[in-house]
């Protein structure tokens, strides 16, 4: 049997629609690949009978073809709801609870075709970038077992990165679409807030931090997905509506002003070899044309991440706070969580208008460095991948993290204010010689422009093909 595992989507689905290989041969390939590889990273999770799979595989070889997925093997992230699959999200209050619908993403890639294989593996609730929890255990990183793979979007990342699937879908809050990307060698994106619709429940009109988003091995099939999984849902408010990146991501990019961010003057801080090794990706940028700039701190750092810390308890406390008052459900939570839903529950509505003025504040100075650049650059990571054991990093090059997040704060600045962000990868180093990434970070509705970037960056340097798993 053809091995099939690290070809691109968008080459799998011209091969499909050709008849040059069948959806039953695809989902063998991928189910002996799962087979293969998955007992070592544990990145999919909740994976269907395979007779069952092959069933639906057969079914989409004698059936019109719906879109461009068509046939194609996906698993969704742990937290979004898959009909007919358990939907854990990490945590023992929810473990074997089967989703009667399809969140809006699923049902959009099961209509272009999609075949739902199981879920991938995210922390409890999606908090933190370290994918583990009590329900299906830790997933490891597999350019090194004994670290982790980054999350909350880990599980996605790796099975990428092992060629258990050809696409994926993720989502992000704090960096969980670029951070388990970087630190697996891959493609994620954080899209413009409101390009990727959430579900219509609850609150629909304050929480704008968290998004949805596509993760591939390169930007053609970043693209792909995320016009699949992007456009308005007239139930909910702030929908953007922007014409389909695809057609727009090859091109010249010898017109692209690039900023590099560093260290945020002072602000941030590295472990050993994050910035030499950006350093020499910023000379490959060059080399594809782009006019290379190093910028001062566009705003306060600090303000920053005091808007963000405020902002993000309340949403995190809000969402959560009918398992923490109920005192049956409240030790069950991880004490992470349970940290972040008190300071969410207890925040004052003057306080939550004040890390709003903040993040406008911010918003209106992002708008005036565009100006003067078109893209925005920092490390993914402000460390390598830890050892698998550890919970979260304490310190970085001695510098205490006062929270289990802090030592994330690189990825809060587009994250507070809905900008576009691509990770692209950008090489190995540190201690164990793992992967890490760039941020390529936009205004907001350049999302096209960026994966034009990624994709002239993905043709000079195709580091998921360079080193494979």
Known sequence: MTDLSYQSALALSEQLENSEISASELMASTLDRIDAVNGDVNAIVSLRARAELMEDAKAADTSDRKGWLHGIPIAIKDLANAKGLPTSMGSPLFAGQIAQEDDILTARLRAAGAIVIGKTNTPEFGLGSHTFNP????????????????????????????????????????????????????????????????????????????????????????????????????????????????????????????????????????????????????RQIEGLGCDVQTLSAPFSAEAIWESWTTLRSYTVGMGLAGMYENPETRDRLKKTAQWEIERGLAMTGKEVNAASIIRSDWFKAAAEAFENVDVMILPSAQVWPFDVATEY????????????????????????????????????????????????????????????????WHGATHWPDVRRV
Not at 432 to 449: F, T, V, Y
Request: proline content about 8%; hydrophobic content about 40%.
């Open 393 to 456: 990093p304490t310190e970085i090059a001695g510098r205490t993290m006062g929270t289990y997040h802090r030592w994330m704060e690189v990825m809060i600045a587009p994250s507070l204010i809905g900008l576009p962000v691509v990770n692209i990868p950008m090489g190995f180093g540190g201690p164990n010689n793992l992967p890490m990434g760039l941020q390529l970070i936009g205004k907001r509705g350049s999302d096209a422009m960026l994966l034009r970037v990624a994709q002239a």
């Open 135 to 282: 329900v299906f255990g830790a997933t490891r990183n597999p350019y090194g077992h004994g670290q982790t793979a980054g999350g909350s979007s880990g599980g996605a990342a790796v099975a990428l990165a092992t060629g258990m699937v050809s696409v994926a879908d993720g989502s992000d809050m704090m960096g969980s679409l670029r951070n388990p990307a970087a630190w697996n060698n891959v493609y994620g994106m954080r899209p413009t807030w409101g390009l990727v619709p959430s579900e219509p429940k609850g609150e629909t009109f304050l929480h704008q931090i968290a998004t949805n988003g596509p993760m591939a091995r390169n930007p053609r099939d970043l693209a792909a997905l995320l016009d699949t999984m992007a456009g308005p849902d007239p139930r909910q408010p702030h929908n953007l509506a922007q014409a389909p990146s695809l057609p727009q991501v090859d091109g010249d990019v010898s017109d692209i002003r690039v900023g590099w961010l560093g260290d945020w003057d002072g602000a941030l801080v590295y472990e050993d070899g994050i910035d030499a090794l950006a350093q020499s990706a910023l």
